[in-house]
T-cell receptor
């Protein structure tokens, strides 16, 4: 079993829909990261969090440390949100990031 | 503009040849990383460097080599010993590895290597 599991693997939705991507992990962490990978391949960091909730524009990230679970929400989704969303965690005893396999999101106009 | 550049974007090599992938950053970051990405899998760490003239093996270092002679540059050589080198390679940097989980990594655009 992978230490970081994302669901769903693939998600297709219509423009305007509310999107939720989930990330579960099995290790103790110091921080959890959400990143976005566009079709061209480049990766950008969206959020870094260790508790509670963070919001940036239409993106919201939440984390529940007790349940070892995080969610990434996209409100009013748009075709330009189509990308692979990746969850990664930093262990509390090891600085290296442990990566999820990613969720491929397609938003249709 | 500050950032990370990787070249080339696409690279083709014949089996048995070594090939070097370039990674340069002008963010003044101490730490640099090389990752490999295969379809349907998470990123896997090949090598990382915390500071100039120092580097450490990651999870899948076999068949790869690196150098860190300058702060700005962290080239990756894919040797003929790497049994399945066709993949997408990503370079990243961060301010200071000692910040641990709070050290945001900044990624280059990647190099897609195909072995013919």
């Amino acid at each position: 079993k992978n230490e970081v599991e994302q669901s769903p693997q693939n998600l297709t939705a219509q423009e305007g829909e509310f999107i939720t991507i989930n990330c579960s992990y099995s290790v103790g962490i110091s921080a959890l990261h959400w990143l976005q990978q566009h079709p061209g391949g480049g990766i950008v960091s969206l959020f870094m969090l260790s508790s509670g909730k963070k919001k940036h524009g239409r993106l919201i990230a939440t984390i529940n440390i007790q349940e070892k679970h995080s969610s990434l929400h996209i409100t009013a989704s748009h075709p330009r949100d189509s990308a692979v969303y990746i969850c990664a965690v930093s262990g509390d005893s090891n600085y290296q990031l442990i990566w999820g396999a990613g969720t491929k999101l397609i938003i249709k106009p | 503009d500050g950032g990370i550049t990787q070249s080339p974007k696409y690279l083709f090599r014949k089996e048995g040849q070594n090939v070097t992938l370039s990674c340069e950053q002008n963010l003044n970051h101490d730490a640099m990383y090389w990752y490999r990405q295969d379809p349907g899998q998470g990123l896997r760490l090949i090598y990382y460097s915390q500071i100039v003239n120092d580097f450490q093996k990651g999870d899948i270092a076999e068949g790869y080599s690196v150098s860190r002679e300058k702060k700005e540059s962290f080239p990756l050589t894919v040797t003929s010993a790497q049994k399945n080198p066709t993949a997408f390679y990503l370079c990243a940097s961060s301010i200071d590895y000692r910040r641990g989980g709070w050290d945001t990594q900044y990624f280059g655009p990647g190099t897609r290597l195909t072995v013919l």
